[in-house]
Structures are given as C-alpha cells and as structure tokens.
C-alpha cells in the first residue's frame, strides 16, 4: 500500500486542475483504515472553546467562499436571475427545473445533448486512461527490463507539466493550418485533420489530450498495486503450471483491481467537472447551430460557465451547476459505499 | 536464484515487444512537448515545420515575448496573487490543524471530513453565484477581490497537515505543560517550529497551483493590465491573432513551465513523505 501513498499527489484548492480530487479519498480511506487499527482510547474531557479560535480563519473562509456560494447558487437556481432582470429578479420556484426537463423547450436542447456527452466524455476518459496506465504498468513490472525506472521517469513527464500551460500548447499544436501536429502527420502522408474544427474530431482531440496528460497518473497507481504483490505468489503460480495470462488474471488483476477502483470512481467524477480539459483546449467549440450557450465539446460544467460569463443567465448556470451537485453528491457517496471511507476517521 | 537467467525463448520476445511498446509511448509522449519547445526558437512566424529542429534558431521570439506582449504584467500579477494566496492558506492550515490535532472540540470527529466532502464539489459550479454576486457589488476586475476569493482555507491541507502534527510526540506537549505554556505557547514554540518542512510544501504546493490558476481569474479579471499569466497565455494562443503568437506563447509556455515542473518534482516526494507520515500514527 505504501507504493501508492508515496505517489499520492496532493489535491490542492487552489489547483483544480492539477491535482485530482479523487486521490484524497484514497489516501482517506488509507488514514482510515491505519487509524482504526492502531486506534487509542481516549479520555472524555472538557470541551476547550479556544479551539474555535485556532479554527476560525479556516472556518470563516470556507463558509464565504464554499458553503455561501453553494447556498447561494441553488437559491438562485429558483429565480429568474439574468442580465434583463438584474436589479430586480423574483422568485419563481422550479421554473427553470421544469425548462430544462421538458423536451420542447430551448433549455432542454442544450441539457440533453452537452449530459449525454458530459457522460461519454466521463466515462470514455476514465476507462481509456485507466486501461492505458494498467498496460504500461503491466508491461514495466517485467523483471527482464532493468531500465524500468528510467521509462517510469521518462513517462512521468506529460503528468508533471501544469495543465494550464500543457492543454495550451495542445491547443496551438493542434490547429489545423498552422499547427505542428498536422505538419507531423503531413510528412507521413496523412491529409490535414480539423482537429479543434470538426465536431467529431475536437471530441477525439480531448480524449486524445486527456489521455496524454493522465496515463501517467493511472500507470503510478497500477504500478504501486502490482508492486504490492510478493514474489512468491507468482513463483508458487509457475511451479503449479499457470501460464503468463493466468497469473495476470488470478494474481495481479485482483491486486490491481482492490487499488485502483477506490481511484476509478473519483477520477470519474472528476472528468465529470473537469472544465479546464475542455474550456482550454477547445473552449466548447465547435459552435452548435442548434443553440448558442454549449458547443459540441462543451461538458455541463463549462455550458454552465458560458452561460454565466457571455450569456449572463444566472439562473440557467445556477440551476445545471445544482444538477451538477447531485451528481458529484452521488458519485461520492457511491465511493463511500464502495471503499468504506469516512467510516472511522478519529 | 543467483543462478544466471536465461531467457526461455517466449520471454525474450514478450521483452523486446514491451521495449517497443514502451519506446513508442515515450516519444508520443514527448514530442508535442519537443514541438512547443523547437516553435520557441523558431523566429519565422508563417511556417512552421514537422522538423524538431529550427533552421535558423533564435531567441528572437522571446525577445518578442517581453517587448511586445504583456508578459511582465501577466507574471507580476500571478507572483503578487501566488505570494498572498500561498501566505494566507500556510497560516490558517498551520493554525486549524493545531485545532484538529491536539484540542477537543465539538465536530472534531466528523468536521474535517465534512470540511473535505463540502470541497468535493468543484469550484465551477459555483461559478454562477460568485460572478452574480460580485457583478451587482461592481467588483468585478479587482485584483485584490479575486485574491480574496481564492483565499479560502483549504479541508484537505489541513488534513495534511494534522497527520503530520500527529507524528510529533505528545511528550514534548506535556513536558512544555509541566512548564507551565499554555496552548498558544505550544503551536508557536514547538509544533509550529518543527512541522516547518511540511508548511514549506503546502506554501509552495499552493504558490505553484495559483500560477495555473485560470477559472476564476478569467471569471472576475478582465481589463489586461489585471491579467494573470493564465490569462495572458490564453489570450495569446485562441485570439485571433493566435497563428501570429505561436512562437511567443511557446516561449512564454517554456518560461513558466520549467520553474514549476521542476519545482514540483522536488515537493512532489516531500509531500509524499507528509501524506505516509500523516497515515501512520500509533
């Protein structure tokens, strides 16, 4: 287990998009567990009030600038809060719960299409990244490769780069006139590609950049699970004749599978609000000729932010941002279920 | 064991398949990267070559960079937030985990973890409330309001933070009670000194998440001479002058990534040390 602390990233207020929010279950859940087992009884004694005052600049801060707002946003979730009715908005009750669920309604037609999407995105991201990660890891615990370290290094890279700068870059790598990607792919004979243009293909561009900027991440963590299992279970395997896939599927998988599905699950809540992978790279776009407030790239939370900065629909963001909040809420709470996390936490 | 091995004949081609697999990756993996930093030496403007190697490279679009953009601005504005920022969440980490760590008090059980499900949720959605809110006060692009926003404790440090305190022994605590210091004396002689390194990390870990901070910048900042270098950086590379900036953004991209990439490199172990530390506790 201790492979995986050690290559724990710290998930950090201040830097959404660098560090996950998923890797804190973990290593909850491993405080958890650590703690429950070594755990002390201890004295019931008097309250000691000053710790309010140790606490209060955190507390103070953190009720203003996360609880208030989320308040706040489900409030105004209920309103009809936007630029025309700025001064003077009303309460209207679930109006615009109504409009983004009734199918004939303009909302509707930016809901349906941006979730089923925010879904593929999450989804997609999660297993690609996943399943990229386990095979490098897989293909680096071969002992006959006494240069694993170095790959391990090597492949750390893409992870490393802060993702404001990478995502960036991407973005002028993959222009489709000027960009070196297609200048690259030009020598190879392959014909400009619309990378950032096509719908299709700005999609494939975000798993794409997705992939190439997370790989690492899920390689570090498969990397601490395989390396969690003894030797001699593998031996023991040999001697009773299991072949490579066997002792893949019965020996490592399981491991591998214990570490890594506590991580699955938030790093799939994660993609689910990763604004920055898509607002970066190809901020929504392409345009929809449908509606103007999301692009066929753009995930929930970023049509959410649009709606805000160039539409001034306060009301239409707050109420997909509440929507969002059950679903975060959800997915966490299914982690808990599944990792017993939270459960005993002194 | 000591035995030399001796490959079996399926082995050695599993190996050799693994190393290319591998090789491919890497320089997959590496060459965008190689790309951004070839087109920052690279002063032709209108082509742009697949070769890694610019013909006639320069420094002339860093040159650029400073003199014709406002780089200096960008990275003067992120320093100034990054400093303010990273010292606030230091102080009120250090002072809440004393609180969790060594106090009993009402929602010490469940209050951090509650702290830390509440932050769960992600800063976007909030988005709506906060640019609504600050819109109908007028304070929107105000560089000191946006450091304000962003100065909100932090759940998770101070979890980290409190595993670490865990760590130094409570005998020092009730040697310094013998003495006769109260709580306060405590944290700011003992503890305070000797979680130093752990603090140092949380500071640099908040310095560099704030150089990449770019939601909330562009929510409440907007005239240029507030832009951070999130901001610069995106106006550089989707404007419409975007193709004529490319080799400049890849010079401001190689700036400001190298500090930080090597920066985090060298905390990212010191902060794996903290999160072990703060796991095992007896």
Redesign the interface.
């Known amino acids: 287990m ?1 492979g995986i ?15 996950k ?1 998923g890797r ?1 279950f973990m ?2 859940g ?2 958890a567990v ?2 429950g087992n ?1 755990r002390v009884k201890r004295r019931k ?8 005052g ?2 209060a ?3 103070i ?2 009720s ?4 208030a ?2 308040l ?2 489900i409030w ?1 979730s209920f309103t009809n ?1 936007d630029a025309m009715h ?2 003077n908005y009303s309460f209207i009750g679930l109006r615009n719960y109504a409009e983004l669920l009734n199918p004939s309604d303009p909302l509707n037609a930016v809901f349906v299409p941006t979730f089923i999407w925010t879904i593929m995105f999450a989804l997609l991201t999660t297993v690609i990244n996943y399943f990229a990660g386990l ?2 890891a897989v ?2 615990n ?1 002992k ?2 006494k240069e694993a370290p170095l ?1 391990r290094s ?2 750390i ?2 992870w ?7 995502l ?6 993959l ?1 489709q ?5 297609n ?2 792919l ?2 190879v004979g392959i014909s400009a590609i619309p990378w950032l243009v096509n719908p299709f293909w700005a999609r494939v561009s975000i798993l794409m950049v997705n992939l ?1 900027a997370s790989y690492p991440y899920m390689m570090t963590v498969c990397t601490g699970a395989l390396q969690s299992v003894p030797d001699e279970l593998y031996e023991a395997a040999e001697m009773d004749g299991a072949n ?1 896939w066997q002792r893949f599927r019965f020996i490592s998988m399981p491991s591998v599978w214990k570490v890594s599905l506590p991580l699955l699950i938030p790093s799939f ?1 994660y993609s689910f ?1 990763n ?2 992978a898509v607002y ?1 790279l190809t ?1 929504g776009g392409p345009a929809r000729n449908s509606t103007p407030f999301a692009g066929y790239t753009d995930i929930l ?2 049509a ?2 649009k ?3 160039t539409y001034n629909r ?1 009301d239409y ?2 109420t997909l ?1 509440v929507i ?2 059950l679903l ?2 959800l997915i ?1 709470w299914l982690n808990m279920q599944f990792t017993g996390a ?1 459960k005993e ?2 | 064991m000591k035995s030399k091995r001796t490959f079996k004949p399926g082995q050695f081609a599993v190996t050799s398949l693994s190393r290319l697999i591998i090789w491919i990756v890497i320089i997959v993996s590496i060459i965008p990267m190689l790309y951004v930093v070839s087109a920052s030496f690279n002063p032709g403007q209108s082509d742009f070559s697949a070769s890694l190697i610019p013909p006639n490279a320069s420094f002339a679009n860093y040159i650029a960079l400073f003199k014709t953009t406002d780089f200096g601005i960008w990275i003067r504005n992120s320093t100034e937030v990054a400093l303010v920022v990273a010292t606030a969440q230091m102080f009120m980490t250090a002072i809440g985990a004393y609180a969790f760590s060594r106090l009993r008090f009402y929602g010490r059980k469940y209050g951090l973890m509650a702290l830390i499900l509440l932050q769960m949720f992600p800063g976007v959605l909030s988005v709506s409330a906060i640019y609504a809110e600050l819109a109908q006060l007028s304070l929107l692009d105000n560089l000191w309001v946006y450091i304000l926003i962003q100065i909100g404790g932090s759940a998770f440090n101070i979890w980290l933070v409190k595993g670490y305190y865990d760590t130094i022994p409570r005998e020092l605590d009730e040697a310094a009670i013998m003495d006769g210091a109260g709580h306060w004396r405590i944290f700011w002689k003992i503890i305070l000194p000797l979680a130093r390194p752990m603090l140092a990390v949380i500071f640099f870990l908040t310095l560099i998440g704030m150089y990449s901070e770019y939601l909330m910048a562009n929510t409440i900042l907007q005239s240029p001479q507030n832009f951070t270098l999130g901001m610069g950086m995106y106006s550089m590379v989707s404007g419409q002058f975007a193709t004529h900036l490319w080799g400049e953004f890849a010079a401001a991209a190689l700036i400001s990534a190298v500090p930080l990439t090597v920066a985090f490199g060298f905390l990212n172990p010191l902060i794996s040390k903290g999160l072990t530390a703060g796991s095992v506790k007896g």
């Open positions: 201790c602390l050690q290559t724990q990233r710290a998930e950090n207020k201040a830097a959404p998009p660098l560090w929010a804190v290593a909850i491993e405080t650590n703690s070594t004694k008097g309250i000691q009030w000053s710790a309010y140790y606490l600049p955190a507390l801060s953190i203003v600038l996360s609880l707002p989320m706040y946003t105004i809060w700025f001064m095979l490098l293909l680096l071969n006959n490769i790959y090597l492949l890279i893409p490393a780069v802060p993702g404001l700068i990478s960036l870059s991407w973005q002028g790598l222009n006139s000027y960009g070196q990607i200048a690259a030009h020598l190439w490579w809540a609000n604004f920055n970066l901020g939370a970023s959410a932010y709606m805000t900065l306060y963001a707050a941002s969002l909040f975060v809420g966490s939270f936490v002194d």
